[in-house]
Structures are given as C-alpha cells and as structure tokens.
C-alpha cells in the first residue's frame, strides 16, 4: 500500500536502499489477520550521532530505507492520501476502495518522528465495526511494538515506552464495560486472580494509580472503544 511513497517523500532518491521482501513481523500479521496488505511507515527518525534522519517504508514485498542530512517537511507528508487519513483519523475507520477496507494508525511519537501502520482488510463496510475493529486495536499494540523496534535499531532508547499487551486491553476493555474483575475472568475464560494481575500490570505500564485512569488513557489512545 505504501510502495513508491518513500521515493515521493524523500528529495534525493539515490539515498533510498530497497529489498525485495519486507519483514517477517509483517508478513506474519498479514497472515493472522487476513489482511491483503499491511504497511509500516516513518519519517524524520533522528539519529543523534550524525545529525541524519532515518526514513523507512516496509510492507510484506518490499522494504526501503533512506537516511537524509534534513527532516522531511510536515507539508510534503500531507501530501499524501494515506498518512492524510492517518492525520485525520487515527481510529482507522475505513473508506471503500473497491470493496476493500483501508486504514491508517498512527503511531505514537518518541522523538519527533512521524510513523503510521497502515492495512487493507477484503470486508464488507457494513461488518466493519463488528468483525474488524478488535482486531484495530490489536494491530494499534503491534504497531507501536514494531515501531519501538525500529527506534531501537536506530539507537534510540524505547525502554520506558512500555506497551499495553492484547491480554491486558481484553481486561481493561470489560472493566471499561461495567464488569467486575470476576465477571471479566468468566468471560475471558482466565482466573480472577489473572485478571488483576493484567489490570495490575496495565496501570504500572501506563503510569496510572487507578484502574479507571488506566481505562480512561487506553481509551483516550483510541487502544479500546467504549
């Protein structure tokens, strides 16, 4: 989906380095999630030892990188449809591009950069809030995964950037929905006593003294729906 994009983007084409295949870490979401394309995108990585910027565009058939002396303009990107849908969306919800499903997460900032996940599902609209949006969210956690992995291959310490885990959402989304921790637990199939220690770990990764804070911060990152 974002294929030639990094070209558009980047003034000296001849940084750009390309391969023929992407990464396994999207390959394998595409597969698990039955999508027809899943793609990762960032600009403006900065790379304090140089001075340089790192530019990087991945998807299941190809991956490209570009490092540059200056950061790419804010305008240049809002030239583009895809990261314009991220701008203006950032809960993916889909537009219809021949029966298919597109959608744009963007993804949480460390140190200026600009990333966002994007993915087209073969769905019909009118399933989409019913059958896609789990796995929205799902696809949200794996993406700020996959960018703190970028960030850290480029010298950039994500350590303090814990993320939410799928268990953990699935414990704050029933508790967000008015359920106990037991009546969660019955539902997820888990003990009671699991189910406090993901809540447990949830608030400690997002720095919260209360569930209710912790379901407020997930909610207001657009990780679950309400």
């Not at 001849?14 to 391969?19: F, Y």
């Not at 597969?31 to 600009?43: A, T, W």
């Not at 029966?99 to 993804?107: C, H, R, S, V």
């Not at 209360?210 to 990152?221: E, L």
Request: with cysteine; aromatic share 6%.
């Amino acid at each position: 989906m974002l294929s030639g994009v990094l070209a558009a983007i980047v003034d000296d084409r001849s940084a750009i380095v390309e391969r023929d295949k992407g990464v396994a870490f999207l390959l394998a979401a595409q597969k698990i999630y039955q999508l027809s394309d899943i793609s990762y995108l960032c600009v403006n990585i900065p790379r304090f030892s140089s001075g340089s910027f790192v530019h990087c565009a991945f998807s299941g058939n190809t991956a490209s990188q570009a490092i540059t002396a200056k950061a790419v303009p804010v305008e240049r990107l809002s030239e583009l449809n895809i990261v314009r849908m991220a701008c203006e969306d950032s809960a993916a919800k889909p537009t219809m591009q021949g029966g298919d499903e597109i959608g744009a997460l963007q993804i949480s900032s460390r140190r200026g950069e600009f990333a966002i996940l994007g993915f087209q599902a073969q769905s019909e609209f009118d399933e989409y809030e019913e059958a896609l949006e789990p796995e929205v969210a799902e696809l949200k956690i794996l993406g700020e995964y996959f960018h703190s992995h970028m960030l850290r291959r480029n010298g950039i310490d994500t350590s303090e950037a814990l993320v939410v885990s799928a268990r953990e959402l699935d414990c704050l989304r029933w508790v967000a929905a008015g359920k106990s921790a037991w009546e969660a637990s019955v539902i997820l199939g888990i003990s009671e006593r699991t189910v406090r220690f993901h809540l447990n770990s949830a608030r400690e990764k997002l720095n919260c003294t209360t569930t209710t804070q912790a379901v407020a911060k997930v909610v207001a990152q657009q990780l679950i729906a309400v």
